[in-house]
């Protein structure tokens, strides 16, 4: 069974930095694409950085670029996000998902969803 764990999240000052990881269990992921979402209370869960299977493609959202940054360390079937100088509107709770290969623009296209971490950026 593919299974996806975040852990990392918690409690920061506005600013300051965390590391999510996202940790697969039951598969390698070697042949996944891996985004990372987050979902604030009332809106939409949206898409905030992925990168494809092979790490040669990734993409974020335009309000994160600069401060978050993807990669990933198959060897450790691990996909991480560094997320640095973060600011109040950063808060959400941050799921990662995968899909085959490619990135998608599109919640819909990924599956295997992990069960959330919640990142609240507050003084």
């Known amino acids: 069974q593919l299974q996806l764990v975040e852990s990392g999240g918690g409690l920061v000052q506005p600013g300051g930095s965390l590391r999510l990881s996202c940790a697969a269990s039951?598969?390698?992921?070697?042949?996944?694409?891996i985004g990372w979402f987050r979902q604030a209370p009332g809106l939409e869960r949206e898409g905030v950085s992925c990168i494809s299977s092979n790490g040669g493609s990734r993409n974020y959202l335009d309000s994160v670029k600069g401060r978050f940054t993807i990669s990933r360390d198959n060897a450790k079937n691990t996909v991480y996000l560094q997320m640095n100088t973060l600011k109040p509107e950063d808060t959400a709770v941050y799921y990662c998902a995968a899909r085959n290969y490619y990135c998608s623009n599109s919640v819909l296209h990924f599956g295997s969803w992990g069960q959330g971490t919640q990142v609240t950026v507050s003084s």
């Open positions: 039951g598969f390698t992921l070697d042949y996944y694409a």
